[in-house]
Nanobody, 116 residues
Framework: QVQLVESGGGLVQPGGSLRLSCAAS????????MGWYRQAPGKERELVAL???????NYADSVKGRFTISRDNAKNTVYLQMNNLKPEDTAVYSC??????????WGQGTQVTVSS
């Protein structure tokens, strides 16, 4: 079994920054992909950023140039650095790992609120 623990959400003013972390623990033999998704009230969950092992990164158009996804393999941790935050970035952010040749695990979600 694999557990994901997220941290770093909170309240920030427009133009501010936050850094989300998602640490995985448990029986991980290989990591195929790590990503961040978000869901705003009344909207469907959407992909924010993704790292695919051996294939690079992908970002939603709405966050390109503002958000950066990165990973620490030694710690089985993925990060999301969010700069120049906008009110429309307000959502619950969840991390997702694909490990051990296709098994999918989700974090519990962390609230990000961008408001003055």
């Amino acid at each position: 079994q694999v557990q994901l623990v997220e941290s770093g959400g909170g309240l920030v003013q427009p133009g501010g920054s936050l850094r989300l972390s998602c640490a995985a623990s448990g029986s991980i033999f290989s990591t195929n992909a790590m990503g961040w998704y978000r869901q705003a009230p009344g909207k469907e969950r959407e992909l924010v950023a993704l790292i695919i092992s051996g294939a690079g990164t992908n970002y939603a158009d709405s966050v390109k140039g503002r958000f950066t996804i990165s990973r620490d393999n030694a710690k089985n941790t993925v990060y999301l650095q969010m700069n120049n935050l906008k009110p429309e970035d307000t959502a619950v952010y969840s991390c997702r790992f694909v490990v051990n040749q296709g098994k999918i695990y989700w974090g519990q979600g962390t609230q990000v609120t961008v408001s003055s």
